[in-house]
Protein backbone atom coordinates (compact mmCIF):
# COMPACT_ATOMS: atom_id res chain seq x y z
CA UNK A 1 0.00 0.00 0.00
CA UNK A 2 1.04 3.32 -1.06
CA UNK A 3 -0.43 6.21 1.28
CA UNK A 4 0.08 10.18 0.02
CA UNK A 5 -0.35 12.51 2.73
CA UNK A 6 -0.34 15.94 2.86
CA UNK A 7 -0.13 18.20 6.17
CA UNK A 8 2.63 15.04 7.27
CA UNK A 9 4.15 17.20 9.53
CA UNK A 10 1.24 18.07 12.27
CA UNK A 11 -0.08 15.75 14.79
CA UNK A 12 -2.50 14.24 12.75
CA UNK A 13 -0.32 13.25 10.06
CA UNK A 14 2.65 12.68 12.14
CA UNK A 15 0.15 9.97 14.25
CA UNK A 16 -1.04 8.40 10.28
CA UNK A 17 2.78 8.26 9.16
CA UNK A 18 4.07 6.40 12.08
CA UNK A 19 1.33 3.93 12.12
CA UNK A 20 0.96 3.08 8.03
CA UNK A 21 4.93 2.75 8.22
CA UNK A 22 4.07 0.41 11.09
CA UNK A 23 2.55 -1.60 9.42
CA UNK A 24 4.34 -1.94 6.25
CA UNK A 25 3.32 0.85 4.38
CA UNK A 26 5.00 3.17 1.75
CA UNK A 27 4.17 6.59 2.61
CA UNK A 28 4.95 9.70 0.61
CA UNK A 29 5.33 12.73 1.87
CA UNK A 30 4.16 16.11 0.67
CA UNK A 31 5.60 18.88 1.89
CA UNK A 32 4.51 22.71 1.23
CA UNK A 33 7.26 22.43 -1.85
CA UNK A 34 5.50 19.69 -3.49
CA UNK A 35 2.52 21.89 -3.53
CA UNK A 36 3.85 24.52 -5.90
CA UNK A 37 2.71 23.11 -8.80
CA UNK A 38 0.25 20.47 -10.11
CA UNK A 39 2.81 18.83 -12.24
CA UNK A 40 4.71 18.47 -8.71
CA UNK A 41 2.26 17.48 -6.89
CA UNK A 42 0.98 14.65 -9.51
CA UNK A 43 4.53 13.63 -9.71
CA UNK A 44 4.01 12.80 -5.69
CA UNK A 45 0.55 10.90 -6.00
CA UNK A 46 0.78 9.31 -9.21
CA UNK A 47 0.59 5.63 -8.53
CA UNK A 48 -0.52 5.46 -4.99
CA UNK A 49 -3.35 3.81 -3.20
CA UNK A 50 -4.45 6.33 -1.22
CA UNK A 51 -3.95 10.37 -0.96
CA UNK A 52 -4.97 11.76 2.45
CA UNK A 53 -4.90 15.41 2.81
CA UNK A 54 -4.88 17.15 6.18
CA UNK A 55 -3.10 20.59 5.01
CA UNK A 56 -4.94 23.53 6.42
CA UNK A 57 -3.30 26.54 8.90
CA UNK A 58 -4.24 26.42 12.52
CA UNK A 59 -7.55 27.09 13.68
CA UNK A 60 -6.75 28.41 16.77
CA UNK A 61 -5.53 31.69 16.38
CA UNK A 62 -6.79 35.39 15.90
CA UNK A 63 -8.99 35.72 12.74
CA UNK A 64 -7.57 38.87 11.12
CA UNK A 65 -9.11 39.57 7.61
CA UNK A 66 -5.54 38.50 6.46
CA UNK A 67 -5.53 35.55 8.66
CA UNK A 68 -9.15 34.69 7.06
CA UNK A 69 -7.25 34.29 3.65
CA UNK A 70 -4.66 31.95 5.33
CA UNK A 71 -7.01 29.36 6.38
CA UNK A 72 -9.06 29.45 3.24
CA UNK A 73 -6.38 29.45 1.14
CA UNK A 74 -4.45 26.63 3.05
CA UNK A 75 -8.04 24.81 2.77
CA UNK A 76 -9.04 25.52 -0.74
CA UNK A 77 -6.42 26.18 -2.92
CA UNK A 78 -4.27 22.99 -1.57
CA UNK A 79 -7.45 20.69 -1.71
CA UNK A 80 -8.42 22.43 -5.45
CA UNK A 81 -4.11 21.37 -6.62
CA UNK A 82 -4.74 18.00 -5.05
CA UNK A 83 -8.07 17.10 -7.07
CA UNK A 84 -6.26 18.94 -10.16
CA UNK A 85 -3.16 16.38 -9.39
CA UNK A 86 -5.57 13.33 -9.39
CA UNK A 87 -7.58 14.46 -12.34
CA UNK A 88 -4.19 14.27 -14.71
CA UNK A 89 -2.59 11.52 -12.72
CA UNK A 90 -2.36 8.43 -14.96
CA UNK A 91 -2.65 6.12 -11.93
CA UNK A 92 -5.28 8.04 -10.04
CA UNK A 93 -5.69 6.71 -6.31
CA UNK A 94 -8.33 4.36 -5.35
CA UNK A 95 -9.20 6.78 -2.34
CA UNK A 96 -8.73 10.44 -1.61
CA UNK A 97 -9.52 11.00 2.34
CA UNK A 98 -9.74 14.76 2.56
CA UNK A 99 -10.30 16.69 6.09
CA UNK A 100 -13.16 19.02 6.94
CA UNK A 101 -14.62 19.74 10.55
CA UNK A 102 -17.29 19.59 12.87
CA UNK A 103 -17.48 23.55 12.84
CA UNK A 104 -19.98 22.52 9.91
CA UNK A 105 -22.71 22.71 11.91
CA UNK A 106 -24.63 24.60 14.03
CA UNK A 107 -23.63 25.21 17.70
CA UNK A 108 -27.21 24.58 19.05
CA UNK A 109 -28.73 21.22 19.10
CA UNK A 110 -27.38 17.63 18.06
CA UNK A 111 -26.24 16.07 15.19
CA UNK A 112 -25.21 13.30 12.41
CA UNK A 113 -24.89 13.15 9.21
CA UNK A 114 -27.95 12.86 8.08
CA UNK A 115 -29.75 15.43 10.13
CA UNK A 116 -28.48 18.61 10.75
CA UNK A 117 -28.10 22.70 10.41
CA UNK A 118 -25.39 23.77 8.49
CA UNK A 119 -23.61 26.78 10.36
CA UNK A 120 -23.69 30.15 8.47
CA UNK A 121 -20.59 31.58 10.32
CA UNK A 122 -17.26 31.85 8.33
CA UNK A 123 -15.56 28.14 9.83
CA UNK A 124 -19.56 27.12 8.85
CA UNK A 125 -19.08 28.08 5.35
CA UNK A 126 -15.28 27.14 4.98
CA UNK A 127 -16.10 23.71 5.81
CA UNK A 128 -18.94 23.82 3.41
CA UNK A 129 -16.62 25.17 0.83
CA UNK A 130 -13.88 22.96 1.47
CA UNK A 131 -15.58 19.76 1.18
CA UNK A 132 -17.68 20.60 -1.53
CA UNK A 133 -13.82 20.90 -3.70
CA UNK A 134 -12.81 17.66 -2.29
CA UNK A 135 -15.83 15.81 -3.61
CA UNK A 136 -14.78 16.89 -7.22
CA UNK A 137 -12.14 14.49 -7.36
CA UNK A 138 -14.93 11.60 -6.94
CA UNK A 139 -14.86 10.04 -10.71
CA UNK A 140 -14.81 5.77 -11.41
CA UNK A 141 -11.24 5.29 -10.66
CA UNK A 142 -11.38 7.56 -7.02
CA UNK A 143 -13.85 7.28 -4.17
CA UNK A 144 -13.61 10.47 -2.23
CA UNK A 145 -14.23 10.69 2.00
CA UNK A 146 -14.11 13.16 3.98
CA UNK A 147 -13.37 13.24 7.62
CA UNK A 148 -14.85 15.78 9.73
CA UNK A 149 -12.66 15.79 12.51
CA UNK A 150 -14.14 16.45 16.21
CA UNK A 151 -11.07 17.75 18.67
CA UNK A 152 -8.37 15.35 18.50
CA UNK A 153 -7.12 14.25 22.02
CA UNK A 154 -3.88 12.49 22.05
CA UNK A 155 -1.00 12.25 24.17
CA UNK A 156 2.06 13.84 21.74
CA UNK A 157 0.22 16.92 20.28
CA UNK A 158 -3.03 18.56 19.75
CA UNK A 159 -5.56 20.68 21.88
CA UNK A 160 -4.53 18.20 24.98
CA UNK A 161 -1.25 18.81 25.26
CA UNK A 162 -1.66 22.55 25.41
CA UNK A 163 -4.25 21.81 28.09
CA UNK A 164 -2.22 19.92 30.18
CA UNK A 165 0.24 22.35 31.87
CA UNK A 166 -2.23 24.04 33.51
CA UNK A 167 -4.10 21.62 34.21
CA UNK A 168 -1.52 20.20 36.18
CA UNK A 169 -0.83 23.35 38.08
CA UNK A 170 -4.71 23.06 39.43
CA UNK A 171 -5.01 26.19 37.19
CA UNK A 172 -7.15 24.26 35.24
CA UNK A 173 -10.79 25.21 34.66
CA UNK A 174 -14.23 25.56 32.41
CA UNK A 175 -14.14 28.57 29.82
CA UNK A 176 -17.11 30.70 30.60
CA UNK A 177 -19.76 28.32 32.64
CA UNK A 178 -18.43 24.89 30.03
CA UNK A 179 -21.84 24.44 29.13
CA UNK A 180 -20.88 24.75 25.21
CA UNK A 181 -20.75 21.31 23.60
CA UNK A 182 -16.94 19.22 22.97
CA UNK A 183 -17.54 16.88 20.21
CA UNK A 184 -13.68 14.79 20.26
CA UNK A 185 -11.91 11.83 19.10
CA UNK A 186 -9.05 9.86 20.62
CA UNK A 187 -6.44 9.69 18.31
CA UNK A 188 -6.09 6.02 18.93
CA UNK A 189 -10.19 6.21 17.55
CA UNK A 190 -8.72 8.43 14.67
CA UNK A 191 -6.14 6.29 13.31
CA UNK A 192 -8.34 3.23 13.03
CA UNK A 193 -11.18 5.29 11.55
CA UNK A 194 -8.78 5.60 8.26
CA UNK A 195 -7.88 1.91 8.24
CA UNK A 196 -11.63 1.61 8.51
CA UNK A 197 -12.56 3.18 5.38
CA UNK A 198 -9.37 2.90 3.71
CA UNK A 199 -10.04 -1.26 4.01
CA UNK A 200 -14.12 -1.24 3.31
CA UNK A 201 -14.22 0.02 -0.49
CA UNK A 202 -17.72 1.07 -0.20
CA UNK A 203 -17.44 3.29 1.79
CA UNK A 204 -17.40 7.30 0.74
CA UNK A 205 -19.18 10.72 1.61
CA UNK A 206 -18.93 12.21 4.50
CA UNK A 207 -18.44 11.04 7.96
CA UNK A 208 -18.25 12.48 11.42
CA UNK A 209 -15.24 11.53 13.09
CA UNK A 210 -16.60 12.37 17.04
CA UNK A 211 -16.64 9.74 19.88
CA UNK A 212 -20.27 8.27 20.04
CA UNK A 213 -20.91 10.17 23.24
CA UNK A 214 -19.81 14.05 23.01
CA UNK A 215 -19.57 16.02 25.95
CA UNK A 216 -19.30 19.57 27.17
CA UNK A 217 -16.44 21.40 28.18
CA UNK A 218 -17.46 21.33 31.80
CA UNK A 219 -17.41 17.39 31.32
CA UNK A 220 -13.96 17.59 29.88
CA UNK A 221 -12.46 19.54 32.30
CA UNK A 222 -13.93 17.77 35.25
CA UNK A 223 -12.63 14.69 33.93
CA UNK A 224 -8.54 15.95 33.56
CA UNK A 225 -9.83 17.15 37.15
CA UNK A 226 -10.27 13.86 38.21
CA UNK A 227 -7.76 11.71 36.47
CA UNK A 228 -4.88 14.36 36.75
CA UNK A 229 -6.25 14.25 40.75
CA UNK A 230 -6.28 18.38 40.61
CA UNK A 231 -9.01 21.04 41.31
CA UNK A 232 -10.50 23.01 38.53
CA UNK A 233 -11.86 25.90 40.08
CA UNK A 234 -10.68 29.22 38.03
CA UNK A 235 -12.74 29.15 34.68
CA UNK A 236 -11.37 31.11 32.18
CA UNK A 237 -13.67 34.24 31.00
CA UNK A 238 -14.87 33.74 27.66
CA UNK A 239 -13.95 37.81 26.71
CA UNK A 240 -10.45 37.23 27.87
CA UNK A 241 -10.24 34.52 25.19
CA UNK A 242 -12.13 37.12 22.95
CA UNK A 243 -9.66 39.94 23.91
CA UNK A 244 -6.80 37.34 22.34
CA UNK A 245 -8.45 35.52 19.57
CA UNK A 246 -10.98 38.13 18.28
CA UNK A 247 -13.79 36.35 16.17
CA UNK A 248 -11.40 32.96 16.63
CA UNK A 249 -12.24 32.49 19.99
CA UNK A 250 -15.68 31.19 19.40
CA UNK A 251 -13.63 27.76 18.00
CA UNK A 252 -13.33 27.95 22.05
CA UNK A 253 -16.78 29.71 23.48
CA UNK A 254 -18.70 27.83 21.19
CA UNK A 255 -18.94 23.77 20.29
CA UNK A 256 -20.94 21.12 18.46
CA UNK A 257 -22.88 18.14 19.83
CA UNK A 258 -21.89 15.75 16.36
CA UNK A 259 -22.28 12.40 16.53
CA UNK A 260 -20.97 10.00 14.18
CA UNK A 261 -24.02 7.86 12.58
CA UNK A 262 -22.33 6.95 9.38
CA UNK A 263 -19.60 4.83 10.94
CA UNK A 264 -21.15 3.34 13.69
CA UNK A 265 -23.85 1.86 10.92
CA UNK A 266 -21.08 1.03 9.00
CA UNK A 267 -19.81 -1.28 11.44
CA UNK A 268 -16.82 0.87 13.29
CA UNK A 269 -16.83 0.73 16.90
CA UNK A 270 -14.66 2.94 18.97
CA UNK A 271 -12.58 1.92 21.73
CA UNK A 272 -13.01 5.54 23.43
CA UNK A 273 -16.45 5.99 23.95
CA UNK A 274 -17.14 8.85 26.25
CA UNK A 275 -14.96 11.30 27.22
CA UNK A 276 -13.83 9.76 30.67
CA UNK A 277 -12.51 6.59 28.58
CA UNK A 278 -10.49 8.81 26.87
CA UNK A 279 -9.00 11.20 29.35
CA UNK A 280 -8.18 8.26 31.94
CA UNK A 281 -6.25 6.22 28.68
CA UNK A 282 -4.38 9.84 27.70
CA UNK A 283 -3.17 10.97 31.08
CA UNK A 284 -2.46 7.78 33.18
Known amino acids: MKIAITGVSGFVGTSLKNHFLNKGYLVVDIRRGDLSSVEALKAKIDGCDVVINLAGASIIARWSDEYKKVLRSSRLDTTNLVVDAISISENKPKLLISTSAVGIFANSGTFDEENYIYSNDFLGKLCQEWESVALKAKSEDTRVAIFRFGIVLGRDGGALKQMLTPFKFGLGGTIGNGLQAFSYVHIDDLIRAYDFVIENSSLEGAFNLTAPEPTTNKGLTKALGKYLHRPTILPVPEFVLGLIFGEGARVLTDGQS ?17 IEQAIENLVK
Open 258 to 274: VKPKRLLDSGFEFKYKN
